[in-house]
């Protein structure tokens, strides 16, 4: 395929996902600005990234340390003059930390003690550096079912996390992330989801964002108050390889 009928393509799709978040904006009587569109990448190459920003697309996700690490280098080198920010939404190891915070301008897979703490020190290590010039937002990880296998804290851990990472001067909270449960409703899980960050919101009125929807699920999560929906295969395509 050639770069023109890539970026065919990809303007085809981004057209139809956004009338979908439009549409479902307005059955839920939101309003579409209230919902941010973030491009889920991985697997796929920086070019198309690069063929993305050319048609507005400013938020990009990853869910591989290494793989976006050097994503971002090319990425950076083919649109040197683009503005975007870098999203990790994918389970982070501690000793991943310091690598992350090179490029990520948001990790959405906060999800331990242990991680805020490798993500503090890190951040903190990377700003004297001058590695990264910004504070590092952050969202809390929620599992919305008992299995912990893809990340993310117990609702009850929310709390005591959210404090934590108030006491520290580098790291910002923005607010939750989850992903709905394999084989469960999504319609149970983002209400669920919606309730935590309520009560989150009312001791941290700052943490107003809910990353939450992907491609098979993204009109339920919009119903229940989701600000940002993480889009990959209904805009790049199917991934070949298998990508947890
Ligand atoms: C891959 C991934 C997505 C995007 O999923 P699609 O179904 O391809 O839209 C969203 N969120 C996370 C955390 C992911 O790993």
Do not use: Y
Request: negative net charge; glycine residues 6%; proline residues 5%.
């Amino acid at each position: 395929m050639t770069e023109e009928m890539r970026r065919a393509e990809l303007a085809d799709s981004l057209r139809e996902v956004r009338d979908r978040v439009d549409r479902a904006c307005l059955a839920a009587g939101r309003r579409p600005d209230e919902v941010d569109l973030l491009a889920v990448t991985k697997t796929f190459p920086a070019s198309d990234a690069a063929l993305l920003a050319d048609l507005g697309m400013t938020e990009f996700a990853e869910n591989r340390e290494q793989e976006a690490r050097e994503k971002v280098a090319e990425f950076a080198a083919l649109r040197p003059e683009a503005t975007v920010r870098w999203h990790m939404v994918g389970q982070l190891q501690r000793n991943k930390a310091r690598a992350v915070v090179r490029w990520a301008d948001v990790v959405e897979s906060v999800d331990s003690e242990r991680l805020v703490e490798a993500l503090r020190r890190a951040t903190a290590n990377a700003l004297d550096a001058g590695e990264r010039q910004r504070p590092l937002d952050v969202l809390l990880q929620v599992s919305l079912d008992e299995a912990t296998g893809r990340g993310g804290c117990r609702p009850d851990d929310v709390p005591p996390l959210a404090d934590m990472i108030m006491r520290t001067s580098d790291l910002r909270l923005r607010g939750v992330m989850a992903v709905a449960p394999l084989g469960g409703e999504p319609d149970v899980a983002f209400a669920t989801l919606s309730v935590i960050s309520e009560r989150l919101r009312r001791d941290h009125p700052e943490a107003v964002e809910v990353s939450a929807g992907m491609s098979g699920d993204l009109e339920s999560a919009v119903a229940h108050g989701s600000t940002r929906v993480r889009v990959g295969t209904a805009l790049l395509g199917g991934r070949r390889l298998t990508s947890p």
